[in-house]
């Protein structure tokens, strides 16, 4: 369990506690996530939202992808965003910014998102039907791979601007995502950074996992990531 937060990523030694009951107090908290998770997903179900639950270490460009994202989409479909932070609400203020929808979860000194925390947002976000909903987590690679937050599909957000063995430093976050967003692909003529090796190294943790170059500050590659989303929101809707 960690030391910050009391998730059920790392083991609790450190309260004295016997392994076994270790073990027996992460599989509680993450069954009871695990629960609420499914009641949000069929929540959005029912209303033919498209969610999904974009994950990063800080400074990858989570947020500046979503404000192009929101810009470039034009309102098809209507994007809502929940976003995570230990502190301040700085990015939901870009978020509404575009005329978005936005809420701020602050965690404190918790370093990931819950599904209890997430169903709590839905409540005050209150998303429209057959829309889109973005949940930004807090800038972590390690905890927020094991906590469903009943989102349609992870989306790992990884800069140009990290070392390219990120996917095999953290497993867990490469093999529960569906998509790996490659970002700042605008940076890579002044960077030595193996775009190659990187996506090799993410396939090598998870096979099936789709790999997308762009930039969202440049617009480079975003077309094929827009219609990514605008093809799951269809799915939903229907």
């Known amino acids: 369990m960690c030391?910050?937060?009391?998730?059920?990523?790392?083991?609790?030694?450190?309260?004295?506690l016997a392994p076994e009951?270790?073990?027996?107090?992460?599989?509680?908290?993450?069954?009871?996530?695990?629960?609420?998770?499914?009641?949000?997903r069929k929540r959005l179900a029912a209303r033919g939202i498209f969610a999904l639950n974009l994950v990063s270490s800080p400074?990858?460009?989570?947020?500046?992808?979503?404000?192009?994202?929101?810009?470039?989409?034009?309102?098809?479909?209507?994007?809502?965003?929940?976003?995570?932070?230990?502190?301040?609400?700085?990015?939901?203020?870009?978020?509404?910014?575009?005329?978005?929808?936005?809420v701020q979860v602050n965690t404190g000194k918790g370093c990931h998102l819950d599904s209890?925390?997430?169903?709590?947002?839905?409540?005050?976000?209150?998303?429209?039907?057959?829309?889109?909903?973005?949940i930004e987590n807090v800038g972590n690679l390690v905890c927020p791979a094991a906590f469903d937050l009943g989102e349609a599909h992870k989306v790992v957000v990884l800069s140009v601007t990290e070392g390219e063995d990120k996917p095999l430093k953290y497993p867990d976050m490469f093999?529960?995502?569906?998509?790996?967003?490659?970002?700042?692909?605008?940076l890579l003529p002044y960077l030595r950074f193996d775009v190659e090796a990187c996506e090799a190294y993410a396939r090598r943790v998870n096979p099936g996992i789709r790999v997308m170059r762009l930039s969202a500050t440049s617009g480079e590659g975003m077309e094929p990531w827009l219609a990514w989303v605008r093809e799951g929101a269809g799915a939903a809707r229907a």
């Open 3 to 16: 030391t910050t937060c009391g998730c059920a990523t790392e083991h609790v030694h450190h309260a004295g």
């Open 21 to 40: 009951r270790a073990l027996a107090i992460e599989e509680d908290i993450l069954s009871h996530n695990d629960a609420q998770a499914n009641e949000n």
């Open 59 to 102: 400074g990858s460009g989570k947020t500046t992808l979503l404000v192009e994202t929101i810009r470039r989409l034009r309102g098809e479909p209507t994007v809502s965003v929940i976003e995570g932070d230990q502190q301040t609400s700085n990015d939901a203020e870009r978020i509404r910014a575009t005329g978005a929808r936005a």
């Open 116 to 134: 209890h925390l997430v169903a709590h947002a839905l409540d005050h976000l209150a998303p429209p039907a057959q829309s889109v909903l973005m």
């Open 175 to 186: 093999a529960a995502s569906d998509l790996m967003i490659l970002n700042k692909c605008d």
